[in-house]
C-alpha cells in the first residue's frame, strides 16, 4: 500500500464516502465522519494507510486554501474592524492560555522550561476545524464567526515567535547554558542584519497590495477573456501557492499569506469566480486533513494511559473553553455567542504538532511525552464535534425555550387590520398598505427583528401569533382583516385554522409558500394569498423576454397572460388535488393550451423583403 499512492488515494477516498455521509445523518457533522475514517484506515486500524505525517502535510494545504477563501469574503475595511478583536481577544487569549497551562504543568512537576513549550502548543486551536464548521453553520459574518476569525489570525502569526522561541526554552535551565543563549541573544540583536525582518514583512504586504493592483487582476482580465475553464482553474491555484510562499519564504504562516492573499482580491470583480472554482478542492484537502488527524491517534499510548490522557484533553479542553468564554464576556457578546465561540475553538490546533515535533528535535521534549501529547492533541480536535453536537441538541433548544419564555407584550391599540409577522414579506405588504393611510397592528415573535425596526421608527408587538389569547388581546375579534405574513408552511396553516375556528368573520390573506399550500389554504376557505416566489419569477420572466428582444409592452402581456392562465390552473385544480393521476393530467393539459395560446399570440417577426445578395 505504501508504494501504490492510486491504491491509497482510493482507500481514503472510499473511507470517506462511506463515513462522512453516516456521521452527516446521524447529525455528528462531517468532521467526526473524517476523523473516523481516518482511525478506520489508518495504521491503529485496518493498516490500509500508514504514512499520517505525509498525508498531513499534504492536506495542511486546503487550510491555506480555506483562508484564502475566507478573505475573498472580506473586504479590507472589516479587517480594520475587527482589529479590537484581533488585539483584545486574540493576542489575549494567547497569552493566557499557555501562561495558565504552563503554570499548571510547573505546579505538576514538568520543568518551567518544557511547560511553557506545552502550554505555547496547547494554546492554539485548530483553524481546520473552527472555520470549517462556521462555514458549514453560515455564522461567518455573526459575532461568535468573527471572533474566532480574529483569534485564528493571531495565532496564525504567533506560530513564527514560538517556533523561533523553541531553541531558546530548550536549552537545559542550567545558569552557564542560559548566560550562554542571553549573550547570543543579546549579540544577535546588535547585529543589523536581524533588523531586516520586520521591513521585510511590510514590505512583503505593500508589495502584496501593488501586485495584486497591477499585476493579478489584469493577469485574471486576461485568463478570463480567454475562456478556458481550466486555465482560470489554475490561475486560482497559482494565486493560493504563491501568497503562502511569500509569507513562508519571509518566515511566516503560509495559512496567513492565503487569507492576506484573499482579502487583497475581496473587491475583485473575479472573487466571485475564484471562489467557485477553489471551493472543491478546499472541501477535499480539509477532508484529508482530518482523516490524517485520526491516523496518527497512538492507540497503542492510549491504552497504556487511559486515565492520564482523558484527564489532559479534559483538562484542556475546560481551560480553554473557560478562558474564551471570560474573554468573549469582556467584549458583551451575547450569552449563546460566548459558549459557542468557546467551543468552537476549545480543541488544540494543527501548529501544535509542528511545535511539538521542533522540541522533541531539539531535546527538550522525550519521546514518550511527545506521543502522549499528540495523542492528547489529536483526541482534543475529536471533542469538538461532540461539543458542538450537545450544544445543539441540548444547550441550543433551552436557550431558545427561555427567550420564547418572554411574556408577550401589553397590546394597547385595535385596528382594523392585524398585520402577523414582521420580516421581509410582511414589511413589503404593510409599507404598501399604510401608503394608502391604512393603520395595522404589527406582530412577531422575533426579538431582535423588533429591536431593529423599533430604531426606525415602527411600532411592532412581541408575541407568538399562533396563541388564542394574544389574538383576543390584538383585538382581532374586531378587525376586518388578518394578514398572515410568518414564515413557514405549517405555522401559516395553524394560524389559519385558529382564526377560521374563533374568528370566523374576520377575512384572511395569507402568504402562500408554494402550489400545494395554496391548496391547503383554499381547503381552509383563505381565498386572498399570494404565493411568495410567484409574481418575482413572472417579472423576471417578462425582463428576460425584453433581454431576447421583446419590447416591453408585449412582454407585459405576455406575462400578464401566464399569471392569469397559471391562476386558473391553480383554481382548477384544486377540485382534484386529491386525485394524483387527475392532477398531473390536468396539468399537462393546462402546460399544452398555454403553449399554443402563448404561441399563437406571439407577433410574426418582420419580413425581411431585402433581395438576397448575388454570389459569383
Given amino acids: 500500500m505504501e508504494n501504490n499512492i492510486l491504491l491509497a488515494i482510493f482507500v481514503l477516498l472510499a473511507a470517506s464516502i462511506a463515513l462522512v455521509p453516516l456521521a452527516k445523518a446521524a447529525g455528528l457533522g462531517t468532521v467526526l465522519g473524517y476523523l473516523a475514517a481516518g482511525v478506520l484506515v489508518g495504521p491503529y486500524g485496518l493498516r490500509l494507510v500508514s504514512d499520517s505525517d505525509t498525508t498531513r502535510h499534504i492536506a495542511e494545504f486546503g487550510i491555506v486554501m480555506m483562508l484564502f477563501l475566507i478573505g475573498l469574503d472580506l473586504q479590507p475595511r472589516e479587517i480594520w474592524r475587527m482589529r479590537h478583536k484581533v488585539l483584545g481577544l486574540g493576542v489575549t487569549q494567547v497569552v493566557a492560555t499557555a501562561a495558565v497551562i504552563a503554570i499548571t504543568l510547573t505546579l505538576s512537576g514538568l520543568s518551567w522550561n518544557v511547560a511553557v513549550i506545552i502550554g505555547l502548543a496547547l494554546a492554539m486551536s485548530s483553524t481546520a476545524i473552527a472555520m470549517q464548521t462556521i462555514e458549514q453553520r453560515d455564522i461567518t459574518t455573526t459575532d461568535t464567526g468573527r471572533a474566532s476569525l480574529a483569534i485564528l489570525l493571531v495565532q496564525d502569526v504567533a506560530i513564527i515567535p514560538i517556533l523561533a522561541a523553541i531553541p531558546l526554552l530548550a536549552i537545559a535551565s542550567s545558569g552557564a547554558a542560559i548566560d550562554a543563549e ?58 493560493v501557492v504563491g501568497a503562502a510562499m511569500v509569507t513562508q519564504l519571509i518566515g511566516l504562516s503560509p495559512a496567513l499569506g492565503g487569507f492576506i492573499g484573499g482579502v487583497i482580491l475581496a473587491d475583485s470583480e473575479y472573487r466571485h469566480e475564484l471562489e467557485s472554482n477553489l471551493q472543491p478542492f478546499k472541501g477535499l484537502l480539509l477532508g484529508l486533513f482530518f482523516i490524517s488527524v485520526g491516523m496518527s491517534i497512538d492507540f497503542s499510548v492510549l491504552a497504556t494511559e487511559p486515565v492520564r490522557i482523558a484527564v489532559l484533553v479534559m483538562g484542556l479542553v475546560v481551560v480553554k473553553m473557560g478562558i474564551l468564554f471570560a474573554l468573549a464576556s469582556m467584549f458583551r457578546m451575547h450569552f449563546a455567542d460566548r459558549l459557542l465561540m468557546s467551543m468552537l475553538l476549545s480543541q488544540t490546533g494543527e501548529f501544535a504538532f509542528v511545535v511539538l515535533q521542533l522540541a522533541r528535535t531539539e531535546g527538550a521534549i522525550p519521546a514518550e511525552q511527545y506521543g502522549t501529547m499528540s495523542v492528547a492533541v489529536a483526541l482534543s480536535m475529536v471533542t469538538t464535534p461532540l461539543l458542538l453536537l450537545l450544544f445543539d441538541k441540548v444547550i441550543a433548544p433551552r436557550l431558545d425555550g427561555r427567550a420564547s419564555q418572554r411574556p408577550g407584550d401589553t397590546i394597547d391599540e385595535h385596528r382594523k387590520i392585524v398585520v402577523l409577522g414582521y420580516g421581509r414579506f410582511g414589511q413589503i405588504v404593510t409599507r404598501m398598505l399604510r401608503s394608502q393611510g391604512f393603520e395595522m397592528t404589527l406582530i412577531d415573535d422575533d426579538a431582535a427583528q423588533i429591536a431593529l425596526v423599533r430604531r426606525f421608527g415602527v411600532k411592532v408587538f412581541y408575541g407568538d401569533a399562533s396563541r388564542l389569547d394574544l389574538l383576543h388581546a390584538a383585538g382581532v375579534d374586531k378587525a376586518e382583516l388578518v394578514v398572515i405574513a410568518v414564515g413557514g408552511a405549517d405555522r401559516i396553516l395553524s394560524i389559519a385554522r385558529n382564526l377560521r375556528r374563533h374568528f370566523p368573520h374576520v377575512d384572511i390573506a395569507a402568504r402562500a409558500v408554494d402550489r400545494g399550500h395554496a391548496h391547503e389554504l383554499m381547503a381552509l376557505g383563505v381565498e386572498v394569498f399570494e404565493r411568495e416566489t410567484f409574481l418575482s419569477a413572472i417579472s423576471l420572466g417578462a425582463k428576460v423576454l425584453v433581454r431576447l428582444g421583446h419590447s416591453p409592452e408585449e412582454a407585459a402581456r405576455q406575462a400578464e397572460a401566464f399569471e392569469t392562465h397559471d391562476n386558473q390552473l391553480l383554481q382548477d385544480s384544486f377540485f382534484v388535488r386529491g386525485d394524483e393521476t387527475a392532477y398531473i393530467g390536468m396539468v399537462r393539459n393546462a402546460m399544452g393550451l398555454l403553449n399554443e395560446a402563448m404561441s399563437a399570440d406571439r407577433p410574426e ?9 448575388r454570389t459569383e
Fill in 605 to 613: 417577426p418582420p419580413v425581411d423583403n431585402t433581395p438576397p445578395k
Fill in 182 to 239: 542571553v549573550t547570543e541573544a543579546v549579540s544577535k540583536l546588535d547585529n543589523p542584519v536581524d533588523w531586516i525582518m520586520p521591513l521585510s514583512v511590510v514590505g512583503a504586504f505593500v508589495g502584496a497590495l501593488l501586485a495584486g493592483r497591477y499585476i493579478v487582476r489584469p493577469l485574471l482580465g486576461y485568463v478570463a477573456r480567454t475562456e478556458v475553464r481550466e486555465a482560470f482553474t489554475a490561475m486560482g491555484l497559482a494565486l
